[in-house]
C-alpha cells in the first residue's frame, strides 16, 4: 500500500491547512483529500467519511500534534458536505481523545498516543497504512500476547483443559500444519487459551482482536509448513508436560521479533 505523505509534518507552520478549491490551486494533501465517489461505500452515516479521513491524517501525523484543525467551512467545502456534518466529525474526534475543542478558539490536534480511548486502538488499525512500523507494532502484539495466554493460562487451567488445548494444537500438526488452516487454527487456539486464563480482560481482548482482523489479508507466514508443524507440536508436549510452553514460544519467535525490528529501523 502506498505510503502517505509526510510534507505536513515539516511545514514550519503548526497550523495544516487545506488547499483552496479554486482553479489553479495545488491540490490538497493526500490524506486530507475529499474521498473518490468511486472508492467510498455508503456509510452508516454522513459524517464517517470526513472522521476517518482526518482520524487517518492525525494518525499518520499529517495532521500533526499542537497543529490545529482547518476551519470548518474550509473542511466542508473540501469534502462536500454540510458544517452540521463536519462539526459531527470532530466531535466524534473530540470525544476519542484525538483533538481538543475550546470555545472561542480552534481545534487542536492531540497526539495519539496521548489518547486513552480504546477504540483509537482499532483506528491504529484499521486505518494503518501497512508501513514498517505497522506491521512491526502488529505482530509484535500478536505475539507477545500469546505469550501472556500461554504463561497465565499454564499456572491456572486444569489439567483436562490444558490437555484438550494441547490436543487441539496436536491435530494441527499432525495435518502438517498447512498455511491455508493458519488464520482459523489460531482463532480456535489462542481463543481457547484465552479463556483457559480466566481473566476476563484477555478474554474479551483475544475475541475483540479476532473479530477486528475478520475479513482482513493474513499475516505473511513467516514459517514453513514443515517449521509450523514442529512449532505447534512442541508446544502441545510442552503444555501436557508442565515444560513452560510459554518459554519455548518465546523463544522460537524472538529472532523473528528481533529481524521485523531490525527491518523497521532500515524502513525508515
Known sequence: M???????????????????TRPGSSPPPPSLAAPDARESAPRAHAADA???????????GSLPPGSSLPPERELSERFGVSR??????????????????RQGAST??????????????????????????????????QFLHGYSLLSLAAR???????????????DYAN????????????????????EATDNRFYI???????KMTEGREGR?????????????REIARRLVEDRDAARFYLDTLSPVLDMIGAMTLMGR
Open 84 to 101: 452540521l456534518i463536519v462539526r459531527q466529525a470532530v466531535h466524534r474526534l473530540a470525544d476519542m481523545g484525538l483533538v481538543r475543542a
Open 108 to 141: 487542536q490536534v492531540v497526539h495519539p498516543n496521548e489518547a486513552r480511548d480504546l477504540r483509537v486502538i482499532e483506528l491504529v488499525y484499521r486505518l494503518g497504512q501497512g508501513s514498517p512500523r505497522d506491521i512491526r507494532e502488529l505482530i509484535e502484539r
Open 50 to 60: 470526513v472522521f476517518e479521513h482526518l482520524a487517518s491524517a492525525i494518525i499518520d
Open 2 to 20: 502506498a505510503r502517505r505523505t509526510n510534507a505536513a509534518r515539516t511545514s514550519p507552520s503548526p497550523r495544516v491547512r487545506l488547499a483552496s
Open 156 to 170: 491456572r487451567a486444569s489439567k483436562e483443559r490444558i490437555r484438550s488445548i494441547a490436543e487441539l494444537a496436536e
Open 220 to 232: 505473511p507466514p513467516l514459517f514453513s509448513d514443515e517449521q509450523r508443524q514442529t512449532f505447534y
Open 204 to 210: 474479551l481482548e483475544t475475541g475483540w482482536w479476532f
Open 175 to 194: 495435518r502438517g500444519a498447512p498455511v491455508s488452516e493458519m488464520q482459523a487454527f489460531e482463532k480456535t487456539f489462542f481463543t481457547r487459551l484465552a
